[in-house]
């Protein structure tokens, strides 16, 4: 039985004490870029790799190591055994569990409610339980968005289970002040990915991805890791799974390919930038940024080019970081031309065009 073809959209109201989150406002962008054309896709964007957290340990996935799952984390695959696993209230073995691109799957269940809850019972360095019900199954069809809340085995000052989002997000409101937006789960499976960014597949491995970190956040811009495209350039078959690998790379402006980002995000208070994305696979596409306003062409091994003057932040502590990272890798660090052009483009929205419809400012 699909996990994701039986169950209804549940808005986390429902499970969770907070609701759904506190939306994310208008005042968490980049303000030297707030003022976007109408033409072309632009997104708001975060550094983080890996978003998923349990009692303030940050999560990769889930890890299958004979007849036993675990909870990975970045530092080890066998991190917290999985000890229970039930479906609707039902027990099903370690072999039951499966994902089918961006979507559980439960082998073998009976039952077909549309209210039935995947519950994880976890032990080990991370007592206590992951309830996974299914939000909503993306409009492409290809992957599925679940709520997940995890319950600690301990308990908070009321003496209940303190029960919060398996994907929190710090973002700044109007006011300045720090909330906490609930974001949505989305597994992917057969694959996880190194501290330096690098993805490795892996059979036994179902990342848990949030649907604002790098990994999750490139399968809601459309570059779900699954089937493959057609390079409107060369004509040839491009595997999903490398243009979701160089989105991770182009939204955290990690430029060296080496797991470093230099995009703002990684502290609430920089906020977030909103970058321009435009590819040759058909999915987000828009001709007016040239080779002088883009910020940099990327592949599965971060930046093929980058344009310092047209870098997505003006933050004076980001620009620094930028130096750094530059440093690193000069190479990278050189004016766009045709020459350097690969399967994604990022740069800042545009907010003037000539009379051809060339963006001239952004």
Known sequence: MSFHKYFSALCLASVMAGGCGVAPSSGDQDQVHKALRGDG??????????????SNQTVTGLYLSGNQWYVSTSSSLTYAPVQGITYNGQSISA?????????????GADSEDAAATLVLTVGGSLPGTLSI??????????????????????????????????????????DGGVQTVTESLIPIGGARWNLDGSRTSDANAITLSCSHDAIGGCVTWGYGPWGSRTDEVTGKSVAMSSVHQACTRMKRDDICGTGSPVTTGFNPAFGSTTI????RVGIHSDTNQTYATMEA???????????????????????????????????????CTANHSRVLLSARPCTATNASGDCVAN
């Open 133 to 174: 019900t299914t939000e909503s199954v993306d409009a492409s069809g290809t992957f599925t968005r679940y709520a997940a809340e995890w319950t600690s085995g301990g308990d908070d000052s009321d003496g209940g289970a303190a029960s919060v989002s398996l994907c929190p997000r710090s973002v700044l409101d109007d």
């Open 297 to 335: 062409f990327w592949d599965e091994n971060g930046a093929s080019c980058f344009n310092q003057s047209e870098y997505r932040s003006t933050d004076p502590i980001m620009l620094q970081r930028l130096a750094i990272n530059i440093a690193l890798c000069p190479n990278r660090a050189v004016a």
């Open 276 to 279: 321009h994305v435009k590819d």
């Open 41 to 54: 896709w632009s997104s708001t964007n975060y550094n983080q790799l890996f978003g998923a957290t349990m």
């Open 95 to 107: 072999q039951s569990l499966t994902t089918s691109q961006g979507a559980f799957q439960v082998v």
